[in-house]
């Protein structure tokens, strides 16, 4: 097998790169703020086998700061030794949708029971009439295992 060095998009279809995207750990979303600081932020997100898709109300302040600028960051991680964590970077388009964003209601049914998903779905329509989706396409992937797949400064 050919090593696949960090940064090559290939490393989305590793077999510990699919568990973090079909996992239930949210992702930490890392932007640059307006005043040029940074900010990084749990989100739940959906994977589609090409892109990472979020969700929020039209109203989120992130909103403003990724259309200023839309480079941002993600980390997925587990929490379970050796650790497993996925890095991805790329542009973040926005895009409002009327109603819940589809990718919103299937990452709700991931991180939920069904029945429960529902309820909060439902709870989420009677609030928003509308939603902003985020779609980062990756333009850069990395995966540390820590068992095979090392940060460069352990790396020989």
Same mark, same amino acid.
């Given at each position: 097998?050919?090593?696949?060095?960090?940064?090559?998009?290939?490393?989305?279809?590793?077999?510990?790169?699919?568990?973090?995207?079909?996992?239930? &750990?949210? =992702? #930490?979303?890392?932007? *640059?703020?307006?005043?040029? $600081?940074?900010?990084?932020?749990?989100? @739940?997100?959906?994977?589609?086998?090409?892109? &990472?898709?979020?969700a929020? /109300?039209?109203?989120?302040?992130? %909103?403003?700061?990724?259309? #200023?600028?839309?480079? *941002?960051?993600?980390? &997925?991680d587990?929490?379970?030794?050796?650790?497993? *964590?996925? %890095?991805?970077?790329? $542009? =973040?388009? %926005?895009? !409002?949708?009327?109603?819940?964003?589809?990718?919103?209601?299937?990452?709700?049914?991931?991180?939920?029971?069904?029945?429960?998903?529902?309820? @909060?779905?439902?709870?989420? #329509?009677?609030?928003?009439?509308?939603?902003? #989706?985020?779609? &980062?396409? /990756?333009? @850069?992937?990395?995966?540390?295992?820590?068992? !095979?797949?090392?940060?460069?400064?352990?790396?020989?």
């Amino acid at each position: 097998m050919k090593a696949v060095h960090q940064g090559n998009l290939e490393l989305l279809q590793h077999p510990a790169s699919q568990e973090l995207l079909h996992s239930k &750990i949210p =992702a #930490r979303l890392a932007y *640059v703020w307006t005043d040029g $600081t940074p900010r990084a932020i749990p989100i @739940w997100f959906h994977w589609n086998g090409r892109d &990472i898709i979020m969700a929020t /109300p039209p109203k989120a302040p992130k %909103l403003k700061a990724l259309a #200023r600028n839309p480079k *941002v960051a993600l980390t &997925i991680d587990d929490n379970i030794f050796p650790h497993k *964590v996925l %890095l991805v970077r790329g $542009t =973040a388009r %926005l895009e !409002t949708v009327d109603g819940i964003v589809p990718e919103y209601a299937a990452a709700a049914e991931r991180y939920f029971e069904p029945e429960l998903a529902q309820a @909060w779905l439902q709870q989420l #329509r009677s609030q928003i009439s509308s939603m902003v #989706r985020i779609t &980062i396409t /990756p333009e @850069w992937a990395a995966l540390l295992d820590f068992k !095979t797949r090392f940060p460069s400064a352990l790396s020989s």
